[in-house]
């Protein structure tokens, strides 16, 4: 199994449990349809504090496999105890719980996931698996599906890849104030839009779990996780970027329509699709902005944010004049509004380019230099170190290497330690530059 595969089964997994029971979920409508809507915000409260202030927990600790099992576990545990008919207090104490544990999860992903090179393959993996399972949750209940839930609580704690060596933020030199705002601004702004706006009607989308068709919520998921392969497709060529347009633009166009109150089938739709648009490239953003402010850091911060704008959006929706499908009219016309008022900034603000972390490494010769510092190479390397350090000298990446030997990032940075420590260097670059240092003195 690759990283990349295992970083979206383990996404895939702890969401599939959110989305399915305690954020509004269909289980959870199903085994307490009464204190439900109450429970999902604690829940989704207490799960935006927790992004909040768990980050700074030391990385050691908030990564450590055995932390993290345990916490899947409880997670786990306390799915099952809903099998039995909790009163309210207790109910609410074990969903601010289970929102807490569950940041700790999500946080404990996010280093694995700014250290590696793919962006949206992870994502869509982890969000049309989740989305796969709520669709199984909102068929009629079946007594096998608390189990099921705990057992994929406990299964995204296990599947966590090992976390990467901690790396507070890639850049030598601080931003300035010009590159920050360029960054964060637009990101803030869509935040504000996409999710604030989105959860207006995202409340209203959950409703149908305890009212609607029994089919549905698992018709609107499964519809979701189509949507999300879709989407993946179409930006491996313009990049995660233009996610933003597609989801400001689909929402925007779903609340207008559903300010007509006509054609529900199709603004509902709309409605979604601008959803999933929105988190994958909320998500790859913040894998982005990660690798500059530390992973922890930047999805500590921009989820937490997000969570809150959703939850004072379900607060602000509930008191507002509408029926009970939702907010009346000029409440989602004034949501369409923000939306394509955000768009120009989102876009047209330029991102200056940010500062390198460090000189890049001299460039390798290619083969007739990996040639060459073959004959040097140390003799006690072994075999399969000797493959690593030949694709090492040519400037591959630790993913070029590992798809070449077909074996794990994971394996490959550790062949490369071993690489660096027998030949006395500190890192690649000091690698690399002592080898074009011998090559420039052995020529004439």
């Not at 104490?93 to 999500?106: D, E, H, P, Q, Y």
Request: hydrophobic share 55%.
């Amino acid at each position: 199994m690759t990283a990349t595969t295992r970083l979206g089964l383990a996404l895939g997994a702890l969401f599939g449990w959110l989305l399915s029971f305690p954020l509004f979920g269909p289980a959870l409508f199903g085994v307490a349809p009464g204190p439900a809507p109450q429970l999902g915000l604690l829940f989704l409260f207490s799960h935006g504090a927790g992004m909040l202030l768990l980050h700074p927990v030391p990385y050691r600790l908030a990564t450590d496999p055995r932390l993290l099992r345990m916490a899947g576990g409880l997670l786990a545990l306390f799915t099952l105890l809903f099998a039995f008919a909790l009163p309210f207090p207790a109910a609410a104490t074990l969903f601010v719980l289970m929102g807490l544990l569950a940041a700790l999860l999500v946080l404990a992903w996010a280093p694995s996931y700014v250290a590696g090179s793919e962006r949206i393959t992870p994502l869509a993996i982890g969000m049309a698996g989740a989305n796969l399972i709520v669709a199984m949750a909102g068929l009629p209940p079946a007594p096998f599906t608390l189990p099921l839930l705990a057992a994929l609580a406990l299964s995204g704690a296990v599947l966590l890849p090992a976390p990467p060596p901690e790396r507070p933020g890639a850049l030598a030199a601080p931003l300035n104030r010009a590159q920050l705002l360029a960054l964060l601004l637009p990101m803030g702004a869509f935040a504000l839009a996409d999710y604030f706006v989105g959860g207006l009607w995202y409340g209203t989308v959950t409703a149908t779990f305890a009212t609607g068709w029994a089919w549905q919520p698992a018709a609107e998921a499964l519809f979701s996780a189509v949507s999300i392969a879709l989407l993946a497709r179409l930006v491996r060529r313009p990049g995660p970027g233009i996610l933003a347009r597609y989801s400001l633009s689909l929402m925007g166009l779903g609340l207008v329509l559903a300010a007509t109150g006509q054609w529900v089938p199709l603004f509902r739709g709309l409605l979604l699709m601008g959803l999933v648009a929105g988190d994958l490239f909320y998500w790859a953003q913040l894998g982005t902005a990660g690798a500059i402010f530390g992973a922890r850091r930047a999805y500590g911060g921009g989820l937490g944010l997000s969570l809150c704008l959703i939850g004072l959006a379900n607060l602000t929706a509930g008191l507002s004049p509408g029926g009970p499908t939702g907010p009346g009219p000029t409440f989602l016309l004034a949501g369409a509004a923000l939306l394509f008022l955000v768009l120009p900034l989102v876009y047209r603000l330029p991102v200056p380019p940010l500062p390198p972390a460090a000189e890049p490494p001299p460039e390798p010769a290619g083969q007739a230099h990996a040639a060459a510092a073959l004959q040097s190479a140390p003799p006690n390397l072994t075999p399969t170190e000797r493959q690593v350090y030949e694709l090492l000298v040519m400037g591959a990446s630790d993913g070029e290497i590992a798809d070449e030997l077909v074996v794990t990032r994971h394996t490959v940075k550790f062949h490369v330690r071993n690489i660096l420590h027998k030949l006395g260097v500190a890192n690649r670059k000091a690698l690399l530059s002592s080898l074009v240092v011998k090559q420039s003195e052995k020529r004439p």
